[in-house]
Nanobody, 119 residues
Framework: QVRLIESGGGLVQAGDSLRLSCAPA????MGWFRQGPGKEHEFLAA????????HYADSVEGRFTISRDTAGNTVYLQMNNLVPEDTGVYFC????????????????RGQGTQVTVSS
């Protein structure tokens, strides 16, 4: 069993940036998702375990960046130019297989970290 731990959430103003972290990520394709108030979960970004190929949801491409540290054990989600609609619980997920946007295809998921963006 793998226990994923996210960190880096908080309360920010519109236009601010945050960087979320998730570990352990070594050997996994990793994804970031969020669940806004009263909404279903939403795929945001994923990075492959083999060559760090990344993929983004249209809603965040150009504002969010997924990356790994040099050791490959921590995955980050850099979020820039945040807007109130980005408010939600952000969680990471780990897959032993290929990069995917489908949460149910992941083997593990974290509990999440709250991001609140005020206007």
């Amino acid at each position: 069993q793998v226990r994923l731990i996210e960190s880096g959430g908080g309360l920010v103003q519109a236009g601010d940036s945050l960087r979320l972290s998730c570990a352990p990520a070594g050997g996994f394709s990793m994804g970031w998702f969020r669940q806004g108030p009263g909404k279903e979960h939403e795929f945001l970004a994923a990075i492959s375990r083999s060559d760090d190929t990344s993929h983004y949801a249209d809603s965040v491409e150009g504002r969010f960046t997924i990356s790994r540290d040099t050791a490959g054990n921590t995955v980050y989600l850099q979020m820039n130019n945040l807007v109130p609609e980005d408010t939600g619980v952000y969680f990471c997920a780990a897959s032993r297989m290929v990069l995917t946007t489908v949460l149910t295809a992941y083997d593990y998921r974290g509990q999440g970290t709250q991001v609140t963006v005020s206007s």
